[in-house]
């Protein structure tokens, strides 16, 4: 054994049973282990305060170790039951809400101490703010076909037709979603095993993770929560593709959703890669249409297939609502003046803005170019003027419109998981806006950017935390900063 893992208090590949203990920000579960040289801290995802866990050595420190979750071997006493299929996206169903809410307020807040370096967090701590629906909320599912599955008496993989997610840390194995996850449409999720047992008996292959053979690969459904409506895409391979007949497929979904079926789209994807996206490759409508609507804040939204959108649109109202109360507590910041809504997206918080405010221009840059297409038509469908959109990246954009600096009084700021780069967010500081209305969805990110925006004067005022996404380990956040 090399000298270096022999210094450490545990090694990597080593399996561990562990207690955890307290909650970390991102859903990492803490647990501590103790020897004659002081106290060890390992980190293990997915997991919460009361559990016995079963978990692997992936990194391992002097001070700490990062585990990956194979087992949850005895429940936590905060723990209830549930109807729904646990499933690896829904880690935290068992736990109440309102603990769920606990241990997210708790850690966000702790995050903007440390990395924000606020250490007066709480004192700007306005609202956290539930999902309307707690369960059922999400609009988009994909589930994924596989010719793995697992026997959970023998503990070992099985030839199985699956369908429905990956096995809890698994890339190659798949398990059947057979009920209800609490997460999507209930209808759709009670129906896919119906849907498995028809794919299945054509006789054609689901995708082999490790061969990367197979025929079926993905069925991804997309619904309105205004209408009801469902588009689904089926994705596959070509090989095979003569022996199955889609018309027939669309007939069967409209079997079991009648009206409800909006839509049925099929992709080609021959790509090897499984993480491939699944809505790549070549697509072509079947049957009905491809898009649905979606409606939010009264505003109507086109969406298809491969655009963005948010995945649970009743608690994004309240997020936007989050957004617009902040950018237009100060009118004289947004009326009459140009407000920048950068990272914009299919443009919703824009839209939702010019539509409240007074003779405000909105400027939406995003460097998805379809996004911004969908962002244009969604601006004239709903009929409201003053807004202008760029596919564009941001720090670009910045750089090619030198004429904002000095000049724009509000900046809205949504960017992706990753936060705002340096150079970016220096070019953000120097457009030398008064006021910042910063959403994120990472906020590890966010607090660092924080951090470098108060070095620039840019204090925070308020702070809202939005749960977007109950079960899970994420939450949004919305931040108001001024600039002193
Ligand atoms: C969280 S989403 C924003 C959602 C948007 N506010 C909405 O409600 O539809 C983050 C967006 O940042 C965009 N993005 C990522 N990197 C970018 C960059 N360098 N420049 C511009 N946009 C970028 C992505 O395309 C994505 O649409």
């Known amino acids: 054994m090399p000298r ?136 988009k599912m994909e589930y994924g076909f596989s010719a793995i599955g697992y026997d959970k008496t023998k503990q070992t993989d099985v030839d199985e037709f699956t369908l429905g997610f990956k096995r809890r840390g698994t890339w190659w194995m798949g398990e059947n979603l057979e009920k209800d996850s609490g997460l999507f449409d209930e209808a759709v999720e009670t129906h896919l095993k119906t849907i498995r047992h028809y794919c299945e008996k054509t006789g054609l292959p689901p995708w082999h993770a490790p061969r990367k053979t197979g025929f079926f690969r993905y069925l991804v459904v997309r619904k309105s929560h205004k209408t009801s409506a469902l588009l689904f895409n089926l994705v596959t391979t070509s090989h095979d593709l003569s022996k199955f007949d889609l018309t027939a497929f669309a007939e069967f979904l409209v079997s079991l959703f009648g009206d409800r079926l909006a839509g049925l789209l099929h992709t080609i994807n021959d790509e090897i890669g499984d993480r491939t996206i699944a809505t790549s490759g070549s697509i072509k409508l079947v049957y009905g249409k491809d898009k649905i609507v979606e409606e939010l804040l009264g505003l109507q939204f086109e969406i298809s297939m491969k655009s963005f959108f948010q995945t649970n649109p009743k608690s994004a109202e309240k997020l936007y609502s989050k957004v617009v109360d902040y950018a237009l507590e100060d009118r004289e910041a947004v009326d009459n003046s140009v407000v920048l809504d950068l990272f914009c997206g299919t443009g919703t918080i824009g839209q939702i803005i010019a539509s409240k405010a007074n003779n405000t221009k909105i400027i939406g840059v995003d460097i998805v170019a379809s996004a911004i297409e969908d962002a244009k038509k969604n601006a004239q469908r709903n009929g409201i003027e003053g807004l202008q959109f760029y596919a564009a990246d941001v720090g670009k954009f910045l750089t090619e419109h030198p004429q904002y600096k000095n000049n724009i009084k509000t900046i809205i700021l949504d960017p992706a998981r990753a936060g705002i780069t340096p150079k970016t967010l220096k070019k953000i500081i120097n457009l030398n806006a008064k006021r910042l209305v910063y959403v994120s969805c990472n906020p590890a990110t966010q607090a660092r950017d924080i951090e470098q925006l108060g070095h620039a004067n840019y204090k925070i005022k308020k702070l809202s935390l939005v749960d977007q996404f109950p079960h899970t380990a994420h939450i949004e956040t919305v931040v108001l900063l001024e600039r002193r």
């Open 4 to 139: 270096r893992e022999r210094n450490k208090f545990v090694k990597r590949g080593q399996i561990l049973n562990l207690k955890i203990e307290d909650y970390a920000f991102g859903g990492k579960g803490i647990a501590r282990l103790k020897n004659e040289h002081g106290e060890f801290v390992v980190f293990v995802p997915n997991t919460l305060p009361g559990q016995l866990v079963k978990a692997q050595v992936k990194k391992s420190s002097k001070k700490y170790a990062e585990c990956k979750l194979i087992d949850v071997l005895q429940s936590s006493p905060d723990e209830v039951e549930m109807p729904y299929q646990d499933i690896p996206g829904a880690p935290y169903i068992k736990l109440p809400i309102d603990l769920q809410h606990k241990y997210k307020k708790e850690s966000t807040l702790s995050l903007f101490k440390k990395i924000g370096k606020v250490d007066n967090i709480e004192d700007y701590f306005d609202a956290f703010i539930s999902s309307p629906n707690v369960f059922h909320y999400r609009n």
